[in-house]
Structures are given as structure tokens and as C-alpha cells.
């Protein structure tokens, strides 16, 4: 197993600046960056987790350079991420103890602090647009099992077989973990125990200078039945206020929901704390504190982009200024113009 320290927190690229790798001058409205989850992801995901994250991102970014909200751009990044069944949120959710599939996502948006958010979900192919109807329907922020599932009926969302979502890896993860009893610092710190918990995300700040954050995930495996971690809970998961800019977490749950860590980050940045360095800061926090670890992207209401994670791997992407960008290993960057 991997021992967690601070100098384990990994700055990916600088992007703090308005500057392309070859030195010229790049737009810095819209903007938008992706994760597939901070975990010891194994080499037999590695390139398709890579791959995932680009496709989400391209998504993401042409809806914004479109004229799309950032909200509208984060939804349909997530919704590449909760379709590919690498990624443990929609189709590829892991299972828990039961061996059924219980789902949790959130999304917010920063110019009012509206959000809304669904946990224990089942049956639903993109959790990340039901909890969208939470925010524009609902006087509520967060609905929870059979209540969600009947919501998304009343909106229209259909509903689709268990089978649909669970994949053979799924299931042979639970019985590695029956067998194992693996522990969850294994799950994050090491890639010989690829157990999926990889929660996907994005951040966006589009033309008008708003920001969002959405994130979605299966959970962890082998979880209990019932279990929420910190995916669909505002300042845990994530966090989108247009005073500073949006995060969206990945990592071990209840740590993140211990520290608050995304509400932590937008804290420092509304300081003035530049984005990469208050995402480094915060993840150093929940470190520290409750000995946990995870990753974050995050976007700076006025463009700025940074991430940084405590695990193994990451795998990201960040668009802006026509240029996409992506990695996974630690010091790892690959730019490329759109």
C-alpha cells in the first residue's frame, strides 16, 4: 500500500497564466476541466481513462464555445464520463454489498448557489441530468432513493435495466473484494487492487463569466446499501460560487465530506489564493487532518485552471483558449490544439 504524505500532492501543469506552452497569447473565457476519478487506477484502464477524460472535455468545450452555459457544459461532459463504461458513475457503476447499483451526482451553478443533487438512485443511465431537474425544478438541493427515482419518473427521465448499468468488471471487483476484504487506502494507493471508485466530474466557467461544477459516481465497492459519500453533498463534492470559481471532488468520500474540501478551496480562492495553489493547499489539508486522500479540478471564474491529487493517478483534461489538454501520471502533460 502506498503511504499518503504531503509531498505526494501532485501540481500537474501551471495554468495559472494566460499563456500557451509555445508562449502565445490564449483566450481565457470559456474554460473547462474533467476528471475520471483520483485512484490507483490499474494499466488495463490507463489509456481508456485518458481517452474518456479528452472526449468529456471536447464535449464540454464546444458547448461552450457554442454559446452554452457553463452548467449546460458540465452536464454534457458528465454525461460522456457516466456513458463510457470505464468510469465508475452511470453505466460501470460498481456495487455495493447487495450487488446492486446505488448512484449519487450533483451539479451547481455559481451566479445564484443553485444546485441540486440525488443519492442512491438506481435504474437511471445519467444520474448527472436528474439531479439538473432537482436544480430547475425543485425547491430542493438533495433527493435520496426510492423519492429521486419517483422524481425522475415525474420529469420524464426513463428508467433502465440494472443489468444495463453493470459491467463484468463491476462484478468481479465485489468478489475480489469478498474474497479480499480489501481495505479503502488499498483501493486509492494501489494498483494491483483495482477496485473502481473513480467519481467523474467537471468544472466550467463560460463566456459570460459563470461557473458550474457537476460530479457523478457509483460509489465505492462494496459499499453498504444506503451509503452516501460526499459526490452529491454542496461543499464536499464539489462547490461553484461565481465570487471565486468551482471545484469538483474525487478521492475518499468521507474524508472529503470531513474537511468540506471543495467549500475549502473556493474559500481560499475567494482570498485571493491562486486555483492551483488552493487546490494543492486544500487537498494538503484533508491529508493532515483526517489522513485521507482524493484529487480536484478547478476553474477560476476568470479562467484559470488547476488540479491536483493525493493518489496513485488522476485522470484529467482541461480545454481552453482552442487547446486541450490531458494526463494521468504524476508530472505528466500532453497539450494539443483543438
Known sequence: MRSICLLCIYRRYPTTTATSPAGMSVAKLPAIAVHGGAWGIPDSLAGPSVEGVQRAARAGYDVLTEGGSALDAV????????????????????????????????????????????????????????ARQVLEKTEHVLLVGPGANKFASECGIPTVPDESLITDTARAELEHFRKYKTTVNQLFNNREVPLGHDTVGAVAVDQTGCVAFGTSTGGITAKRPGRVGDTSIVGAGGYADNRSGAVSSTGHGEGIIRVCLAKRITDLMEQGVPCQEAADRGLAYMTERVGSAGGVVVVSSQGDVGFSFTTDRMAWAWARGGELHYGLDPGQHTGVSL
Open 75 to 130: 452536464v454534457a461532459a458528465i454525461c460522456i464520463l457516466e456513458d463510457d463504461p470505464v468510469f465508475d458513475a452511470g453505466t460501470g457503476s460498481v456495487l455495493t454489498l447487495d450487488g446492486e447499483v446505488e448512484m449519487d451526482a450533483v451539479v451547481m451553478e455559481g451566479r445564484n448557489l443553485k444546485a441540486g443533487g440525488i443519492a442512491c438512485v438506481q435504474n437511471i443511465k445519467n444520474p448527472c441530468v436528474l
